[in-house]
């Protein structure tokens, strides 16, 4: 067996990780480039290689017993990007939900220094007791690792000038009270099937969006958001949907088999462009925006072909369906943006998918506005709320 050279040695890896999160934007403040670069990643995941724990991925660190992922670590460059969102000062108390390995409390608390305090609290005691012992091991014992349910928080330290939970279908009323007045929060939100990595500034009654970042974070165990249904056998194809919408699987049997229009915008992108703007536009109107899922055999056959097969936006009326898709160019590289639509209702629905594109191809690093209200909407909303457990929320363009 060959010895490792220098060059994959963890101290290089963890150099070489901070070099690579700043020249992708991932990092932009030497705060967050002081704290990634003096946290040691490996330590926190020790029976995983060095070179997988650097790299640019999510670590698993707990299988279920019939072996879905129940727990993993964030990638690096999503640890950072919410960092970055938080905004961290000297001296300043802060909440973390979802304690993980333990490695994000470990970077607040360098964020937040010697004046300040870090509380972490997870569900999971066998979690909070593993975090706490490499908490522990690695120097950083000032920090607060509890056990119980997220969505109480934790009001014995409150009130918390920063709050960053893991990802959630709501926010629920806890954190709000327990975050102080001008405070921060940041949290990937489930919202209308996609999630976001949003920062919201603590505004009285409301909280509003300054930040907003796709990510692929799942919401945490404890939320029962959304709903999800097969739309072919073999779960092929599958629909997610939030609990307050007017969606009944029942109406979408067959939907997939039925009468099929296709719909071109003439707008092009590239394969790697983001359909973010897209989604969040139909999540802003649509009373049925919602995600859709196809497995490699259902778009190879061409039975659902999603613009992205792991999740793209879709509409659903009563008993109809339609779903941005996109379709190669002859060069190769650019694909057309359209939609497919299915049911008696289809021309309608790729229609409104088709208006949400031209929409977005005016502006499309355009970023809406996300915020959160208390309480329940009523006739004096101005544009359509989607409702959050403890209250609901707006976007606007």
């Given at each position: 067996m060959s010895l490792p050279t220098r060059a994959s040695s963890p101290d290089d890896l963890h150099a070489a990780m901070v070099r690579r999160l700043t020249r992708s934007g991932k990092i932009l403040t030497g705060a967050v480039t002081e704290a990634m670069?003096?946290?040691?990643?490996?330590?926190f995941l020790p029976d995983t290689?060095?070179?997988v724990a650097y790299s640019e991925q999510d670590v698993t660190t707990r299988h279920a017993a019939d072996g879905p992922v129940l727990r993993w670590m964030s990638r690096p460059g999503t640890v950072a990007m919410m960092l970055e969102q938080l905004l961290v000062l000297p001296g300043q108390s802060i909440l973390e939900i979802g304690t993980g390995t333990g490695y994000t409390a470990a970077l607040l608390a360098h964020l937040t220094g010697d004046a300040g305090h870090v509380t972490t609290v997870d569900i999971d005691p066998d979690v909070t007791a593993t975090a706490r012992e490499t908490l522990t091991a690695t120097g950083h014992t000032a920090i607060t690792a509890t056990t119980g349910d997220g969505r109480h928080g934790h009001p014995d330290g409150a009130p918390y000038d920063r709050i960053i939970a893991a990802g959630t279908w709501d926010i629920p009323a806890a954190w709000w009270n327990q975050l102080a007045p001008r405070g921060r929060l940041v949290a990937p939100l489930r919202l209308r099937g996609?999630?976001?990595?949003?920062?919201?500034?603590?505004r009285g009654d409301r909280m509003v969006s300054d930040t907003l970042e796709p990510?692929?974070?799942?919401?945490?165990?404890?939320?029962q958001g959304e709903q999800t249904a097969p739309l072919h056998q073999d779960d092929l194809v599958t629909l997610a949907w939030d609990h307050d919408q007017p969606i009944t699987s029942a109406d979408l049997h067959e939907i997939l088999h039925r009468d099929r229009t296709v719909t071109t915008s003439g707008v092009t992108s590239l394969h790697s462009t983001p359909v973010d703007g897209i989604w969040l536009r139909l999540a802003a109107t649509e009373e049925g925006c919602c995600r859709i899922t196809?497995?490699?055999p259902a778009v190879t056959s061409?039975?659902?072909?999603?613009?992205i097969p792991l999740g793209s936006p879709a509409l659903v009326d009563a008993d109809s369906l339609a779903y941005l898709t996109r379709t190669r160019e002859p060069d190769g590289y650019s694909h057309v943006v359209g939609a497919i639509g299915h049911g008696p209702k289809r021309h309608q629905?790729?229609?409104?998918i088709i208006d949400a594109i031209h929409a977005w191809d005016t502006d499309r690093t355009a970023a809406p506005t996300i915020t959160l209200h208390r309480g329940s909407?009523?006739?004096?909303?101005p544009v359509r709320a989607i409702t959050k457990g403890d209250g609901y929320l707006t976007i606007t363009h």
């Open positions: 670069a003096a946290v040691p990643r490996h330590l290689p060095p070179r996609a999630s976001y990595s949003i920062g919201f500034a603590h990510t692929d974070l799942t919401p945490m165990i404890g939320y196809a497995q490699p061409q039975l659902c072909t999603p613009a629905l790729t229609d409104r909407p009523d006739s004096t909303t």
